[in-house]
């Protein structure tokens, strides 16, 4: 590629990042129909958040993560579907804030078939007028950072796959 044009090599390297994002993105959705399905998952927010702080601490030193609430919440996704979606939101908290990261698990007292989990960060926050659009396939509000505009697309539909709503 680079004996056509010395940027190519780059270009192919990054439409093919952007293709494997899609491919993924639309396997976890099968993935994900599949499992709900079944109707017998089960997962522990706590354990699951505790696994992507791991990875996305490695990602960003920098950031700080505090975490709250119920550590017995259990929620009806699979624990794979779960992390995929707590992943996104807290990667792109820590991407995107200001420096601190806030995971708050609600307690489920108000109705124990639904959990809200909060992740916060202090960054500049959205604009109004943006909010619906982020979750579209492709939208990205800050180009000057790597991503594929695929990470909120994902939460949304495995999100709605199981029946949960994101804002």
Request: proline share 3%; glycine share 10%.
């Amino acid at each position: 590629a680079t004996a056509h044009a010395p940027d190519l090599a780059d270009t192919v390297i990054r439409e093919a990042a952007v293709m494997r994002r899609q491919v993924d993105h639309h396997l976890a959705r099968a993935r994900a129909v599949g499992r709900r399905a079944a109707g017998l998952s089960r997962a522990n927010v706590w354990i699951s958040l505790e696994a992507v702080l791991r990875a996305v601490e490695r990602l960003y030193p920098h950031a700080r993560f505090d975490l709250a609430g119920d550590h017995d919440a259990m929620v009806a996704l699979e624990r794979q579907d779960l992390e995929e979606i707590l992943g996104n939101l807290i990667e792109n908290a820590a991407k995107y804030g200001g420096g601190s990261v806030f995971v708050t698990v609600g307690d489920g007292k108000a109705d124990p078939r639904w959990y809200e989990i909060w992740i916060e960060d202090d960054g500049m926050g959205i604009p109004a007028a943006e909010r619906e659009r982020i979750f579209d396939r492709g939208a990205r509000l800050d180009t000057g950072k790597p991503g594929t505009g695929l990470g909120l697309a994902i939460v949304r539909d495995v999100a709605e796959i199981y029946g949960g709503t994101v804002e």
